[in-house]
């Protein structure tokens, strides 16, 4: 390669310095280098494998672990001209797919979910590619104490091996020294460049609030709005919540534009409120995680927690929508003594009960005796109320201890059977008593007296950089101190026929422009 | 007006339809008793309306209804109008606005038209600020692929495109009430400028979201008609009806079964060589017997036999196919009475 990085940064996206830490791992990603990046929420990351996408022969796989936001990011490549991206995931149908398959040689970065990756077809297509990169996106997710169980995470190494070993980049905001080194372990990739940056938000100012009960907190936030019309962002943890909330603080702050948005809707309204709040044409949103990574607006001035997520990794990828430009930005937790209770259900319903996994291995037992050896998922779903991430956990269980050969029921002895139930018992208990822990770390840093960006980060690296402007509500912060800039809301008319003209560039309006 | 639509399929109805016909009718099930009951009662315009409409959310609109002592519904699932049902109806509908609907008639393109004017509203908007990235609204395949092609066609006289689809629109929509072209502009994403969700309107125009689907839709059909019978006035509308208008068989499957028809192949013989039921077979040809003004049914059903069936229906005063059946001494099969009402009702159609 003749030509600088520096140039093809600017040929492709327009940037004209690397922020820091892109320069060095693109560098020893192009030497064919394998790297950890830690770096900050915003700072960047995607652009140290599109870049390299770009300049490279050959196709760059990304695991990723949400897909609306593969789909984000493949639009906004295509927005930005960059058309041999493509993400593939549940959502496309058969052809589709087919299609994709068919023609991986003709795009250089592809998008796909860790499930995906166990596609024994889509595999056998990828080992025909040459691979110049495969990344792990989000890379925390990979770890045991990571986020959320995603058990294909786990089968991450074997697949890197089965497509020829590849170069590999993982990336994560939010990776404490332990998930780093786990991260490592599970991808079998010891010779790892590790790039770690302190991932503290310096411009991010951190303040909780306790409140009596549950039904202050919109009066709170209400009346925050009113003297705040910042673009913000305001997390829940259930759809039906982003909905009402979104409706009472209409009629509180009648002047601000508030949408909800959720995982449960459709998705052409789900690009429309999006995209009207990334073009300023919404103030507010009522959201779930489901409006969390990789939602890129630059000016987000304020980011508040009405309900708590289950630990802290989540709250800091949802903190890290805030200020993504560098300025001034506020994250405001509201509190009260029922913090615990939603996220204590969530952490209940996302592992099996005990009576829940005798029953099913009973009832595997009976398939195995009568000869039936494939398992219809669905039906045992909703035979034994599994949800999602419950029979994920537990199918991959009875592949690990043997109970499931290339998706059929083995015949085991009884006494392996019992040996089996009650190591996934254990495990189940253990990994209860993991994430319990975890959250109580959250509810602590909220108890804690000292200063919070110290608790929050600390645990993730040596040295805490002081805030750029206010810290916290423990070391002073005051809303009286914070000046955000207003953004300028559009004057538009409300008459079809003004509506009409200028979004056609027609009569006065135009003129005004061109003149 | 989606109450409306309820009230005036259920008068056309008669009783003879529980209220889950309406539901299969309004979300276009494809089923040939959806297609006949929608042929002989005169309710094709309502065909397939809101596709995506959950039987929950129908229900809970009935419910309302009856509450709002609308209609009543007995133990059966028959609905029918009140007399407050019936006089809301002829005071609402005085302008005849529920014939715009062409639901069946348009089925195959209202959407993919709809999508093209959308997304190539979005493209030139965005092209003539000179604005390249932005987010496309659809991701329909068919739709992107047209609008890049007639993009490339006018990329040198984009004004002239620009300023023409605002004069066909302006003049469209000045042909509407101030509140439905509100709806439709609200709707258009363009540069700097995302349309609103369905939800939005509704919460904005303080409307139910039911009443802003179906005006959106009735707007939709409503430029469809328009430009298509009148393609002088709206030379730049009329371009996105391009191609999109030469399939006529509500299914593909219909249209295999014609061809095999005209090529000659008995049912048997189709039904055997697409390894389909005989049933199956019968069932596209009412749909054919349905859409096609020229079909002959002589094949199925002689000349003085059809006679013989028209009479007992119009003696009957009734389209219900057991009856007719059991007055004509079960002498004919049910796939003949039902051939019988599609050429009829063409037939009937055609007098006029
Ligand atoms: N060198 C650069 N110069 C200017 N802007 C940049 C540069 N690199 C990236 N950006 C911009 O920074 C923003 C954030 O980038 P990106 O989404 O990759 O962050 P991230 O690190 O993946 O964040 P998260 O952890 O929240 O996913 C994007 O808008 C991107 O265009
Ligand atoms: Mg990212
Ligand atoms: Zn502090």
Not at chain 1, 257 to 270: L, N, P, S
Request: hydrophobic letters at 40%.
């Amino acid at each position: 390669m003749n030509k600088t990085l520096e140039y093809y940064l600017e040929k492709y996206t327009g940037h004209n310095e690397f922020r820091t830490g892109q320069k060095e791992i693109i560098t020893d990603v192009l030497e064919g280098k394998s790297c950890l990046g830690i770096l900050p929420t915003g700072s960047g990351k995607s652009l140290c494998y599109q870049l390299p996408a770009r300049v490279l022969n050959g196709l760059v796989v990304v695991v990723s672990p949400l897909i609306s936001l593969m789909i984000d990011q493949v639009k906004q490549l295509k927005a930005e001209g960059f058309r041999e991206a493509v993400a593939l995931n549940s959502f496309l149908d058969y052809t589709e797919k087919q299609q994709v398959y068919h023609n991986l040689d003709q795009y250089k970065l592809v998008y796909v979910s860790p499930e995906m990756l166990q596609n024994p077809y889509f595999l056998q297509r990828l080992r025909k590619q040459s691979i110049s990169l495969f990344v792990v996106d989000e890379a925390h997710c990979i770890s045991q104490w990571g986020h959320e169980f995603r058990p294909d995470y786990l089968k991450l190494d074997t697949v890197i091996q089965d497509i020829g070993n590849p170069p590999v980049l993982a990336l994560s905001a939010t990776a404490t020294p332990d998930v780093q080194k786990d991260i490592i372990k599970q991808l079998n990739c010891e010779q790892m460049v590790k790039h770690i940056h302190p991932m503290d938000r310096d411009n991010i100012a951190f303040v909780v609030k306790t409140v009596e009960s549950d039904k202050y907190k919109l009066d709170y936030i209400a009346a925050l709005l009113h003297s705040y019309q910042v673009p913000t962002m305001i997390y829940f943890s259930s759809r039906k919540w982003t909905e009402q909330a979104a409706e009472i603080l209409r009629t509180h702050v009648p002047n601000l534009r508030i949408a909800f948005y959720h995982g449960g809707m459709e998705q052409t309204d789900r690009i429309l409120i999006q995209q009207q709040f990334m073009n300023d044409q919404l103030d507010v949103i009522c959201c779930t995680s489901a409006f969390g990574m990789g939602i890129n607006k630059k000016n987000v001035r304020l980011v508040v927690h009405y309900h708590l997520p289950t630990q802290v990794e989540s709250f800091i990828q949802e903190v890290g929508r805030a200020g993504r430009d560098g300025e001034a930005s506020v994250n405001l937790l509201l509190s009260n003594e029922n913090d615990q209770l939603l996220p204590k259900q969530l952490i209940e319903t996302e592992l099996p009960t005990h009576g829940q996994i005798t029953m099913l291995m009973d009832y595997l037992r009976h398939l195995v005796e009568s000869k039936e050896l494939t398992i219809d998922e669905s039906l045992v779903s909703t035979q034994f109320q599994f949800n999602e991430t419950q029979w994920r956990f537990l199918k991959y269980q009875l592949e690990v201890h043997g109970m499931i050969k290339e998706d059929r029921l083995v015949q085991i002895s009884s006494s392996d059977r019992k040996a089996i139930v009650n190591d996934i018992h254990l495990l189940v208990d253990k990994r209860k008593k993991l994430k319990l822990a975890k959250l109580t770390d959250l509810i602590n840093w909220i108890h804690d007296k000292g200063c919070r960006r110290e608790r929050l980060f600390l645990p993730f690296q040596e040295q805490v950089r002081p805030a750029k402007f206010q810290c916290c509500d423990h070391c002073g912060f005051s809303f009286e101190e914070w000046n955000p800039t207003i953004t300028n809301k559009r004057i538009t008319s409300d008459n079809w026929e003004d509506m009409l003209q200028s979004l056609f560039f027609q009569g006065e309006h135009h003129e005004k422009q061109t003149s | 007006m989606f109450s409306l639509i309820i009230l005036d399929c259920l008068m056309k109805l008669r009783k003879e339809r529980t209220i889950s016909a309406i539901y299969h009718l309004l979300t276009g099930k494809r089923s040939s008793q959806t297609l006949q009951d929608a042929h002989m009662y005169q309710l094709t315009g309502y065909f397939g309306l809101i596709k995506s409409l959950q039987r929950k959310e129908f229900n809970k609109c009935m419910e309302r209804m009856v509450k709002n002592g609308l209609i009543s519904i007995d133990n059966d699932g028959v609905g029918f109008p009140t007399k407050k049902g019936e006089d809301y109806l002829i005071t609402n509908n005085q302008s005849n606005i529920l014939e715009e609907f062409k639901g069946m008639e348009y089925e195959k393109f209202a959407e993919l038209f709809s999508l093209r004017l959308l997304l190539l509203i979005q493209t030139i908007t965005n092209k003539k600020a000179e604005s390249t990235g932005f987010i496309a609204l659809t991701d329909d395949k068919q739709a992107q692929l047209w609008v890049k092609q007639l993009y490339r066609k006018y990329r040198h006289e984009l004004d002239q495109l620009v300023t023409g689809i605002y004069h066909d629109l302006h003049a469209f929509l000045s042909k509407l009430t101030d509140q439905q072209a509100s709806l439709f502009v609200e709707r258009l994403t363009g540069y700097e400028k995302i349309g609103l969700s369905k939800l939005q309107l509704a919460n904005k125009y303080k409307m139910n979201i039911l009443d802003i689907e179906v005006w959106l839709v009735y707007i939709y059909h409503k430029i469809l008609t328009e430009s298509i019978h009148e393609k002088d006035k709206y030379p730049y509308l009329t371009l996105a009806l391009e191609g999109i208008m030469d399939q006529t068989f509500v299914t593909n499957s219909a249209t295999v079964t014609y061809n095999m028809l005209q090529n000659g192949f008995t049912i048997d013989a189709i039904a055997r060589s697409r390894r389909l039921k005989l049933n199956t077979i019968e069932d596209h040809i009412v749909e054919i017997a349905y859409m096609d003004p020229y079909f002959t049914i002589g094949n199925f059903v002689g000349e003085a036999e059809q006679k013989e069936m028209l009479k007992a229906i119009e003696l009957l005063q009734t389209n219900r196919l057991k009856l007719i059946k059991t007055k004509l001494n079960d002498k004919f099969s049910y796939f003949q009475i039902r051939l019988v009402l599609a050429k009829h009702r063409l037939e009937d159609k055609g007098s006029m």
